[in-house]
């Protein structure tokens, strides 16, 4: 709920017994908001990886005519380069610095870690299923 309790306004502590304390907006207390909220950032997650494991597996296993193949180095290019723009859009947003915090050396390791990762990541829903593959992982 949007209404703030009090403490909040002036910058002061809220105390535990405060927290427990129903919010007459909504009827709940400020705990329960809470993990009502973390239950639907899950449930959101959780979704929204669903969604992409099956978009995957579909362009991965999707017939694209014969002795054609799409290339996981291409879908990695891709996905990259979305999730850097909208990064970039939101850093502009925010107006935060692009700055880097870290040497870029420390970047790039990851970096290439990470797109190698993600590749064979690809080419393994060539082979087993997307559940199959999640599973592996744990």
């Not at 995957?56 to 999707?62: G, H, N, P, V, Y």
């Amino acid at each position: 709920c949007p209404r703030m309790q009090e403490g909040e306004q002036t910058g002061q502590e809220v105390t535990e017994g405060q927290d427990m304390q129903p919010d007459a907006l909504c009827g709940m207390t400020r705990e329960s908001q809470r993990k009502l909220k973390g239950v639907g950032c899950a449930l959101g997650i959780f979704s929204t990886l669903m969604v992409y494991g099956f978009v995957q597996e579909s362009i991965m296993t999707a017939n694209w005519g014969p002795d054609v193949k799409i290339s996981s180095l291409f879908l990695v290019m891709c996905n990259r380069i979305t999730s850097m723009s909208i990064a970039i859009i939101a850093i502009l947003i925010r107006r935060e610095t692009m700055k880097p915090v870290a040497p870029f050396q420390s970047y790039l390791v990851i970096a290439f870690s990470n797109m190698m990762a993600t590749t064979c990541q690809y080419e393994a829903l060539r082979y087993v299923s997307f559940p199959t593959q999640t599973l592996g992982k744990t």
